[in-house]
């Protein structure tokens, strides 16, 4: 090899190495961030490219050339994902490039409580400042369909829990999770149910799940409660459960159930109406949903409540009022 030619190779081979030295050392430098911390967001189907200006924007000194390589060398440049992120001083473009296609999500939270109406739980939704409303000015039904559930209500048909989401997320994709949790709890609920129980459908056990979730909120009365509901539905007893009327009057009730309110008829009054009522009237909690599937054995009609959160239960009419008198209308026990 003619000595020119060696030498240029050798120039070539050092610059090279530098040039990669260089890049490794970019790749590790921390990122300059205009404050401790700095929050952006992903849009569904941004590319790198679009991700790196967004990011630059929100107060980041990013050498993007860096990152794009990096992507490149390493097969992810096509894998961002799409999510509100944070991140804050130390953050390396390595670091950045790998919650971008991890999906590291910078997460917010919601608690949806059982017991609580559909209605109770949108306006929680609607007051979350994390979350994107994209559900303002629908219908429940019009929700229902957006989830891919169209006629089904959607009172009860979601799971309460604690869910997590990423800062920006729909409001529908959060209200589409609830629904697929509430789907798989209620088919293996019901796989697994007391054999013999009056209901045609998961749909029904749904319903008395729900009445038990508002009448009792003592975990060992939930069986006792279902007890009740169910050997009435077997003997063609009305099930008079107040929290159906207060469910039925909606949100004019005042808070005082009157004894004009239990002979209004409406859908929900299970006073005036024998069987089930047409929907759920409630979110409805694994606990009241196990209870609705496996009832507890026995021969009582009647419950009331002592005050102290349980329940007295009787098999017969002059029980029953004998109870009341002690425990509601101040007789001595």
Known sequence: MRPLLRRLLSILFLALA??????????????????????????????????????????????????????????????IKAGSYAISRGTTPIDLLRKLTRGDF???????????TFRQWRERLDA??????????????????????????????????TYLFARGSSDVDLLARAYRA??????????????GLPYRSPAEALVIASLVEKETGHADDRPLVAGVLVNRLRSGMPLQSDPTVIYGIGAGFDG????????????????????????PIAMVGLASLRAALNPAPGAALYFVARGDGSSHFSRTLAEHNDAVTRYQKGGQR
């Not at 910078?106 to 609580?116: F, P, S, T």
């Not at 979350?128 to 019009?142: F, I, K, N, S, V």
């Not at 509430?182 to 007391?194: F, G, I, S, Y």
Request: hydrophobic share 45%; net charge negative.
């Open 18 to 79: 530098s040039a990669g030295a260089g890049f490794a050392v970019l790749t590790w430098a921390p990122i300059g961030l205009s404050a401790d911390t700095v929050e952006f967001t992903i849009e569904p189907g941004s590319s790198l490219r679009a991700a790196l200006r967004e990011i630059a924007a929100a107060g980041a000194d990013l050498d993007r050339w860096v990152i794009v390589v990096l992507a490149r060398l390493t097969g992810v440049e096509s894998s």
């Open 182 to 195: 509430m789907h798989a709890h209620l088919a293996r609920e019901w796989a697994a149910r007391t054999a």
């Open 128 to 161: 979350h400042p994390d979350l994107r409303h994209d559900t303002a000015g629908l219908g429940d039904e019009e929700i229902m369909q957006r989830i891919g559930a169209a006629g089904i209500p959607a009172e009860g048909a979601f799971f309460p829990d």
């Open 106 to 116: 910078d997460q917010a939270e919601v608690a949806l409580i059982e017991g609580w």
């Open 256 to 279: 005082n159930l009157r004894r004009r309110d239990l002979l209004a008829d409406t859908p929900w009054n299970t006073y005036t109406r024998r069987g089930l009522p047409p929907t």
